[in-house]
C-alpha cells in the first residue's frame, strides 16, 4: 500500500528518501561532486569532535602554491612563486629560459603517477638547488620584488579572504609551510590584505647582503619532499602551539601530508588539493587525503570544513 502526502502530492517514502538526502550531510559542501573521500562517515565524525573542541584547540598548516593559490584561472596556468620570477623582466632573458627548461622536465616528474617518492626526491633536490644558484646569480634586488608581484598574475584561490580573516577572527594560527619563495608569498599575501598577525611562514627565504643584493637562501632548502624534516627542525614553533592539538592541513602534493609531523596531533583533517593528472593520481590521492578537492579553484570546501569546526555551521 502507498501512503501520500496529500498537500505536497508526493508518495510517503519519496518525501522520507528526500529527506535522508538533505540531512545526510551536515556540511553540504562536502557533497559536491568535486569532492571525494574514502571514509566520509570517519570525516564527519573528525569535524564534529573538532567542533566539540572548539576553535581555542585548533592549528591550520596549509601549503602555498596550488594550494592557497590558483592552479589556473579561465583556462591559464597561475603562476607559482618560482613563476612568479620566471615571468619577471628583473631575471635576464637566459636566465628565464633556463628556468622554463627546468621546469619543462622537473615538474612532469614531480607529479608523475608512475614514480616512487625515492626516486624523485633526488631529481626534486636537483630542481630547487639549479634553479636557487640561478637566481642567486641574478644579483636580484630586494627593494624590486615588491613590484615584480604587483605585476604578476598570482591568484589566491576564489574565498581566500573568507578563509583568512575568519582565522584571524576566530585567532586560530595559519602556519603556511611552503616549498617556495617565502619572501615573494609574504608579499602576495601583504598585497591581498591578509597577512595577519596570526599568520606564520616557513618556506625558502632569500638572504640579502648590505646593499639588499640577493647572496644566498637562508637555511636548510625546502623542497616538496622534505617537509617532514622542516616540521621536525621546527619543533619549537609547535610547542608553542601544543594547546592545540586538532589540525586541518591543507596541500595539492602528497608531500604536504607530511607537514603535521611536528605536532603531537588529537584530531587531523586533511584536504588535499587534485589539480593535475586527476585520472592517473585520484586513487593515491583519495588513500592518502580525508578529503580530495577535484579541479576546483575556490576554497569552498575548506571553508566550510572550518565553519563548522568553528560555529557549528
Ligand atoms: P609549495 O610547496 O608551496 O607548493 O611549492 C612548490 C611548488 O613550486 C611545486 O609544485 C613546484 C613549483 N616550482 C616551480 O613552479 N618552479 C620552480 O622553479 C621550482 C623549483 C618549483
Ligand atoms: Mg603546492
Redesign the pocket.
Known sequence: MLYHIPWINMPVRTAIAIWHQLTKYEIPDLAKSSVLMRDRSRVEETIQAMHRAGPSTLQVIS?????LTRFAHNGRRCP????IL?NSLILSEDCRNQ?RQ??NT??PI?IDAARTVKEKLPLMVE??TK?HELLIQQKIRKDLLSQVVKESSAMLREGYKGFFDHLQEQHVPLLI????VGDILEEVIRQNQVFHPNVHIM?NYMDFDDCGILQSFKGQL???FN?REGALLHTAHFLELRDRPNVLLLG??LG?LTMADGVATQHIVTIGFLNDQVEERKESYINSYDIVVVKDETMDVPNAVLNYITTGK
Open positions: 601549503d602555498f602554491d596550488m594550494t607559482t612563486t618560482h613563476n620566471d628556468m627546468l621546469l622537473y615538474y614531480e630542481w630547487w634553479v609551510f611552503s616549498a617556495g618556506s625546502i623542497h616538496i617537509k595539492d602534493s604536504d
